[in-house]
């Protein structure tokens, strides 16, 4: 049973590049977050998706960023020119139902580290 | 505004003695609270949680402790081994309001577990 897949796990972008970071759940999950991790911080949630629906965004940032969760393959999590303070570690997680309504925790990917130069 | 703070960026112990890692967190809505242990170059995984229902969950070597007049939780480690050296998250969330799906984490302990 494969765990949260996230690709790539490195990526690196220049300014002003879009960066796509993919998320796989575990199979059975229909829930998937992000989450971002600044250099020396705690993680920071962004967006709560479920299949096809954003139910959550209030972490997200307000320009350049957005998040999908389509009915077949991953969810994506996208920035359209990228700046360097976009450089952090992208965490996504999923759980089989709502966080907000059972509490079972989340099972989170490895992460992918963007690094913009 | 930090909602869940953890004070303490690292702790050394020796093996074989308790680990002790705390959490403050000012949001009263709070209704359950997670640790995960996270490795260098890894996702966090899942450790413990407790419900703010209860004091105390325990499971194996590791113990969480809550005292909600206080806001504040422990994580216990006993005994300490090796490969528990980690970042330690305690995350807490809420089922009120509109942002039901997320978690609230706090900055991390790095626990380093000495031979």
């Known amino acids: 049973n494969a765990g949260v897949m996230q690709n790539p796990r490195h990526l690196v972008r220049r300014r002003g590049q879009e960066a796509r970071l993919r998320c796989s759940p575990m199979?059975?999950?229909?829930?998937v977050y992000w989450y971002r991790q600044l250099p020396e911080e705690g993680l920071k949630f962004m967006v709560y998706?479920?299949?096809?629906?954003?139910?959550?965004e209030s972490g997200m940032p307000k320009e350049r960023f957005s998040a999908e969760f389509p009915k077949e393959g991953p969810s994506i999590l996208r920035i359209q020119q990228v700046v360097r303070g976009d450089s952090a570690a992208y965490f996504c997680?999923?759980?089989?139902?709502?966080?907000?309504?059972?509490?079972?925790?989340?099972?989170f990917g490895q992460g992918t580290r963007l690094t913009v130069v | 505004d930090q909602q869940v703070k953890q004070n303490s960026p690292s702790l050394s112990v020796q093996e074989g003695r308790i680990s002790i890692l705390n959490c403050d967190y000012t949001?009263?809505?709070?209704?359950?609270f997670l640790w995960y242990k996270k490795y260098p170059a890894e996702g966090p995984t899942f450790l413990i949680s407790?419900?703010?229902?209860?004091d105390k969950n325990e499971d194996g070597r590791f113990t969480v402790f809550l005292n909600k007049s206080a806001k504040h939780l422990s994580l216990h480690i006993v005994p300490s081994q090796p490969g528990d050296s980690a970042v330690y998250f305690c995350?807490?969330?809420?089922?009120?309001?509109?942002?039901?799906?997320?978690?609230?984490f706090g900055k991390g302990t790095k626990l380093s577990v000495k031979p």
């Open positions: 995350a807490a969330k809420t089922d009120y309001g509109g942002s039901q799906g997320n978690l609230i």
């Open positions: 998706l479920q299949k096809e629906n954003i139910i959550d």
């Open positions: 997680a999923s759980s089989p139902v709502g966080q907000g309504t059972m509490n079972t925790e989340a099972f």
């Open positions: 407790i419900s703010s229902i209860k």
């Open positions: 949001n009263s809505m709070f209704d359950y």
């Open positions: 199979k059975g999950h229909s829930h």
